[in-house]
């Protein structure tokens, strides 16, 4: 599902839904894939998608949500545009239940642990240790459940040697390497 809020509603959120087709679906295909062939080759693929306009949302002014779901598994991402001077950046505002502020750009190691010290250190130590430099660190928290999201943006490719190994650090849950 794909939810575009404010501004982008008003262009139009077919051109919003084809290009967010185009970028899940272009990793994964070796053939050419463009806003015109993604809503056949997701068809092809029973890939369902339901576009959604709101003018307002309680937090942003504008924003584009993608909701995904496999059987019992549901994941969101939220983006938005910030205008910084003359720049306009994009930011992922939500993934999941986790309020986050970070760029969307590069290597990114996307960890979910217990909230609780030392993480950071932990996690931070496996990566220099191998000389791997951190360009950026955004953390997200779920203090109710006491986990805390972290995105790890790197200047270097992450072998899964290294992304085993902090899997295996006592409070990580989960540890993945997302490529933008």
Do not use: M
């Amino acid at each position: 599902a794909i939810e575009v809020i404010g501004e982008p509603a008003e262009r139009g959120a077919t051109a919003c839904a084809s290009a967010t087709l185009v970028g899940l679906l272009r990793p994964f295909l070796a053939g050419p894939v463009n806003e015109i062939n993604a809503p056949i080759i997701a068809a092809d693929r029973a890939i369902e998608l339901s576009e959604t306009r709101r003018q307002r949302d309680r937090d942003l002014t504008s924003a584009i949500s993608v909701t995904a779901t496999c059987g019992d598994r549901i994941r969101l991402v939220k983006g938005t545009l910030y205008h910084v001077g003359g720049r306009v950046e994009a930011r992922v505002v939500q993934i999941d239940d986790f309020l986050v502020e970070a760029a969307p750009a590069g290597t990114i190691l996307v960890v979910v642990n217990d909230d609780r010290p030392g993480v950071i250190g932990a996690v931070g130590s496996a990566l220099g240790a191998r000389g791997i430099n951190v360009n950026g660190l955004y953390v997200g928290l779920d203090r109710e459940k006491g986990v805390a999201l972290e995105l790890w943006c790197v200047d270097s490719p992450l072998t899964e040697a290294v992304v085993a190994e902090i899997r295996g650090l006592p409070p990580v849950s989960s540890a993945q390497v997302v490529q933008l």
